[in-house]
């Protein structure tokens, strides 16, 4: 008798714990499938404006979700990598302009020079030949001038007909276009000598950075450069930032930057270009003092004018749901992904840039689990 009483006992505690589990693991799969039921004839609910879990906020709370407020607040501080670069138009990569043997480099790293300053000096057959166009097309400029000049003295004579002068001066205004033209193309080949000898000259006044030709060096098309040079005045900032970061910056935002070996200098940015090959957006900045070399690494610290009043919400309120961050949005008896662009990060929150108005009632604490849940749905409805 006693052994039937231990076994009744022992029955009825595992029923019980039973019956609790089962119940516990209903908790979110009732209220989907009643949800699922209820919007069988509408069609796929993420056709419609998002993946959708049915899950009433009720539900979500048992479940461990906390449903939350979209809030206000000013954003977070955002830290931007970047370094110090030239300015547009401050560095000048300096090419023969023909092909040649290099005789001389005049120059070398470190040095100052001003524009016009000879670099290099360069012995070119190509350079030597449009001497030897300008020096032939200026002999038959001269002929068919005097032409020219003869034949208007013999029509005024009346010794040629007028239509035999017309010939001459056209001869005579084609002969002098070819001489232009040739003057035009020894001036692009920096003026080079009946020898072939060209001197390339600095454009900007700067100091050399690199030098790329030796003597004895042969350029041709594909590698003429000589040298670089580079206004070490004329520098300016740039930055590397994700484009949800740099969709909340704007031109005429401030910004401090952190100068390697302690302190700060104050600056403004002047350009945002759009995203590059990288995935990334260049933010271009001028500071407000002294910057250290070119190519310097360091980093900006960003005050945006478009914190003040922006929406925050939980960090945990914001996953990844088919690549972009999204954030769930209390809809009826469920919640319903909202891709959303984010900005900064502050305190435990995070600044929802676009994506919601401010007057929505999101997953807060736990909505990792509405991610799981909407996984699980996937899962299922691909069997």
Do not use: C
């Amino acid at each position: 008798m006693n052994i039937s009483k231990h076994w009744l006992v022992t029955g009825a505690a595992v029923v019980a714990a039973l019956v609790v589990g089962f119940a516990g693991a209903q908790l979110l799969d009732r209220p989907r499938a009643a949800a699922e039921a209820q919007h069988a004839d509408e069609g796929h609910e993420e056709e419609e404006g998002g993946a959708f879990v049915a899950l009433t906020p009720e539900a979500a709370s048992q479940a461990g979700v906390t449903v939350v407020s979209v809030g206000r607040g000013g954003g977070g501080e955002l830290k931007l990598p970047g370094r110090v670069a030239f300015a547009p138009g401050a560095e000048a990569n300096v090419d023969a302009p023909l092909s040649g043997s290099v005789v001389r480099v005049h120059v070398g790293v470190g040095e100052l020079v001003s524009p016009g300053s000879p670099l290099a000096t360069l012995r070119s057959a190509e350079g030597a030949g449009s001497r030897a166009t300008v020096d032939a097309a200026a002999a038959a400029a001269d002929a068919a001038l005097a032409a020219e000049r003869r034949d208007l003295q013999l029509f005024e004579q009346g010794w040629i007909a007028e239509a035999r002068l017309e010939i001459t001066s056209a001869e005579a205004r084609r002969a002098e276009a070819e001489l232009r033209a040739a003057r035009a193309r020894v001036g692009a080949y920096g003026a080079p000598g009946s020898d072939g000898l060209v001197v390339v000259r600095s454009p900007i006044a700067g100091i050399v950075t690199r030098v790329s030709a030796a003597p004895g060096q042969f350029l041709h098309e594909e590698a003429l450069q000589v040298a670089t040079v580079a206004d070490a005045r004329r520098v300016e900032l740039v930055f590397d930032a994700s484009p949800s970061a740099a969709s909340v910056l704007r031109i005429g935002d401030r910004l401090e930057i952190d100068v390697p070996g302690g302190g700060s200098v104050a600056g403004v940015i002047t350009a945002v270009a759009p995203v590059n090959e990288g995935g990334a957006v260049v933010v271009r900045a001028r500071a407000n003092g002294a910057l250290p070399p070119a190519g310097t690494v360091l980093s900006a610290r960003i005050s945006s004018s478009a914190t003040g009043g922006s929406l925050v919400v939980p960090t945990d309120a914001v996953q990844t749901v088919d690549g972009v961050p999204s954030v769930f949005v209390v809809d009826g008896a469920g919640f319903r992904a909202r891709p959303v662009v984010t900005g900064r990060t502050s305190d435990g929150n995070i600044e929802v840039v676009s994506g919601l108005t401010g007057t929505e009632q999101v997953a807060g604490q736990g909505a990792f689990l509405l991610k799981a849940e909407l996984a699980k749905g996937e899962a299922e409805h691909g069997h």
